[in-house]
């Protein structure tokens, strides 16, 4: 059976920090593709980043470059997201997405509420 169970989510001030955690099981972790998508109200779901499966290369979106860093831990099949200097337009649901060109599996997301 398959789960991604993200955790990590909060309410935090502008400018404040964050750490996302998604904990896997179920399938080979190592072998996925991993992203962070988010979805703010009445928005469609964007990446967020990613990070891949062979080499560990990473992608950004443009607006979290430079403050938000994606990683993995592929002995603990776990996903993260360190989210620094947080705006207010970061404000939506976190959601861990694994893929492996064939297969695709979502988690149910953590709430990311920045605000003061």
């Known amino acids: 059976q398959v789960q991604l169970v993200e955790s990590g989510g909060g309410l935090v001030q502008p400018g404040g920090s964050l750490r996302l955690s998604c904990a896997t099981s179920?399938?080979?972790?190592?072998?996925?593709?991993m992203s962070w998508f988010r979805q703010a109200p009445a928005k469609e779901r964007e990446l967020v980043a990613n990070?891949?499966?062979?080499?560990?290369?990473?992608h950004y979106a443009d607006s979290v470059k430079g403050r938000f860093t994606i990683s993995r831990d592929n002995a603990k099949n776990m996903l993260y997201l360190q989210m620094n200097s947080l705006k207010p337009d970061d404000t939506a649901v976190y959601y861990c997405?694994?893929?492996?060109?064939?297969?695709?599996?979502w988690g149910q997301g953590t709430q990311v509420t920045v605000s003061s």
């Open positions: 997405n694994a893929n492996s060109g064939t297969d695709a599996y």
């Open positions: 990070i891949m499966s062979i080499g560990g290369g990473t």
């Open positions: 179920g399938f080979t972790f190592s072998h996925y593709d």
